[in-house]
């Protein structure tokens, strides 16, 4: 993904794919940033846009 943005991914029924962003904090903690359901190999520039926002917002209610 980039830098400490990490992704799981499970296949879905309909030849589906669940993905779930993620990252490991400050605190060694797992923290969710956003999760899609998809059906093609590429990941939107969108969501990953939004993952990397909702990191963003999560390491500065941190400080």
């Known amino acids: 993904m980039s830098a400490g943005l990490y992704e799981v991914r499970t296949n879905?029924?309909?030849g589906r794919t669940a993905?779930?962003?993620f990252y490991i904090d400050v605190r060694h903690r797992l923290v969710v940033l956003h999760g899609i359901v998809k059906k093609t190999r590429k990941t939107p520039p969108d969501?990953?846009?939004l993952a990397r926002a909702n990191r963003r917002k999560h390491e500065r209610s941190m400080e």
Request: proline share 0%.
């Open 19 to 21: 993905r779930i962003f």
């Open 47 to 49: 969501d990953l846009a």
């Open 12 to 14: 879905l029924v309909g």
